[in-house]
């Protein structure tokens, strides 16, 4: 199965002083190695790491990453709707399950995680492995 | 039974899930026509309801893997659990150490037995409010003598649909006894779907559908129910239907198969959003359709 990677990285160009430009592309690429060592293991189908700038896309099947997309935004924006409504704080971890398929969605600093992977799949290891 | 009384058994049943689990804060129910039962009987909440709808829109989103059965959310100070039963939603605010196999196993007998008792209990009497769990299609036969007549020749066939209208015309105001007889017999009775020979009409459950390409005035059917109208109406093919919704509202739409494999054979009638909103339909509703003859159109 080929696998299709989409990187959508936008710079933003400026950097603080406190805050060089390669220790931002550093931590970047630490949560994308994260993710795909992830990636590998069995019954994971893939990710969506969105920064404020910036989303990389990594989905076994490319015809599916616009629904997985619309459907991790969708999810993040309920979960957000919802947590607000119930007073939850913060939220550290959102689990979706549907018939096939479960997503796991966790914020990290400013990059908003979105795993895909079959229902069978254990998700608290892997969020514990990204947390 | 009607829809009030699912709000009240939901109701109850709600509250009891919260006496027996003590971390559940406040309950929900979304239904499957947009209403929110509220497991403690008061007032909702502008914001809560609003994200209890936001689950709804999830839930079409989902239709692209399938559907959603189970959301958790967990926050710093509490959870939000919402999970699916009988196309129905259920929402529960818990607090942050809540039991959640406890509380899974509990919300998955209590609901779904109880929708089950409550059917069992709305199939016995009187008009019932079909769910979207229960896909059964009643037809609402308009002239009983001709339902178990056969279909000899089709000019006979002919003859008698000319013959129904003109009756239906005279006899329009006020409605036949017989018609509105074999009408309540339909809604009460669930039954597989007879052959007539007037001018069929179908009750189907909304879906909503929508997408760039999507007109508005196309809806889409399963194919077994064109084809069982054109047959019955001696037509090549049923182009376009009649929709009227309970509250009165009518259109016609262009008929279309249903495209998507998932959504047949289940009672369903896909409607563009635009459509529904025009119509103030919600999934799960249930509408009369009628297939439109060439001539009428």
Same mark, same amino acid.
């Given at each position: 199965m080929p696998v299709k +990677? +989409?990187?959508?990285?936008? #710079?933003?160009?400026?950097?603080?002083?406190?805050?060089?430009?390669?220790?931002?592309?550093?931590?970047? /690429?630490?949560? @994308?190695?994260? !993710? *795909? &060592?992830i990636k590998a293991r069995e019954g994971v189908i893939g990710y969506i790491l969105r920064a404020s700038t910036s989303a990389t896309v990594d989905i076994k099947d490319p015809s599916k990453i616009i629904d997985y997309a619309v459907l991790s935004a969708s999810a993040l924006e309920s979960a957000e709707s919802l947590s607000e409504a119930f007073k939850l704080g913060a939220a550290s971890n959102i689990v979706v399950e549907g018939k096939g398929l479960k997503i796991l969605l966790l914020t990290k600093g400013e990059h &908003?995680?979105?795993v895909f992977m079959e229902k069978n799949v254990d998700h608290t290891s892997i969020y514990k492995e990204l947390h | 039974m009607n829809e009030e009384m699912y709000a009240t058994a939901l109701k109850t049943a709600l509250a009891e899930i919260q006496n027996v689990c003590p971390d559940i804060n406040q309950t929900f129910v979304l239904m499957d026509n947009g209403t929110i039962v509220s497991g403690d009987g008061q007032a909702i909440d502008p914001h809560i309801e609003r994200a209890i709808n936001s689950v709804q829109s999830l839930a079409e989103k989902a239709l692209s893997v399938g559907g959603l059965d189970d959301l958790l959310i967990d926050g710093d100070e509490g959870k939000v659990y919402v999970s699916q039963f009988n196309g129905m939603y259920s929402v529960m605010a818990l607090s942050k150490h809540a039991d959640l196999p406890f509380l899974r196993t509990v919300t998955g007998i209590i609901l779904p037995t109880i929708l089950k008792v409550l059917n069992g209990i709305g199939s016995e009497t009187a008009l019932p409010t079909p769910l979207k769990s229960a896909p059964i299609v009643p037809p609402t036969p308009q002239f009983r003598p001709t339902l178990s007549e056969p279909l000899a020749k089709d000019e006979e066939v002919e003859e008698t649909v000319e013959e129904s209208e003109e009756e239906a015309e005279e006899t329009l105001p006020p409605e036949p006894l017989e018609t &509105?007889?074999?009408? /309540?017999?339909? #809604?009460? #009775?669930?039954?597989?779907?007879?052959? @007539?020979?007037?001018?069929?009409?179908?009750? !189907?459950?909304? *879906?909503k559908f929508g997408g760039l390409m999507v007109r508005a005035d196309n809806v889409q059917i399963d194919f077994e129910i064109l084809e069982r109208w054109s047959s019955l109406l001696d037509v090549k093919e049923i182009q376009e239907v009649d929709i009227e919704t309970f509250s009165g509202k009518k259109t016609r739409c262009k008929a279309k198969v249903i495209s998507d494999q998932k959504f047949e054979g289940r $009672?369903?009638?896909?409607?563009?959003?635009? /459509?529904? #909103?025009?119509? $103030?339909? +919600? &999934?799960?509703?249930?509408? @009369?359709? +009628?297939?439109?003859?060439p001539e009428e159109r």
């Open positions: +990677k +989409k990187s959508l990285q936008v #710079e933003t160009g400026e950097q603080v002083d406190w805050a060089p430009k390669a220790e931002v592309k550093e931590h970047v /690429t630490d949560i @994308r190695n994260l !993710l *795909d &060592r &908003r995680i979105s | &509105r007889e074999a009408e /309540t017999e339909a #809604e009460t #009775e669930v039954e597989p779907p007879r052959e @007539r020979i007037d001018l069929p009409s179908q009750q !189907l459950i909304v *879906d $009672g369903l009638i896909r409607i563009p959003e635009k /459509t529904c #909103e025009a119509l $103030g339909l +919600k &999934r799960g509703e249930l509408i @009369r359709v +009628k297939p439109v003859l």
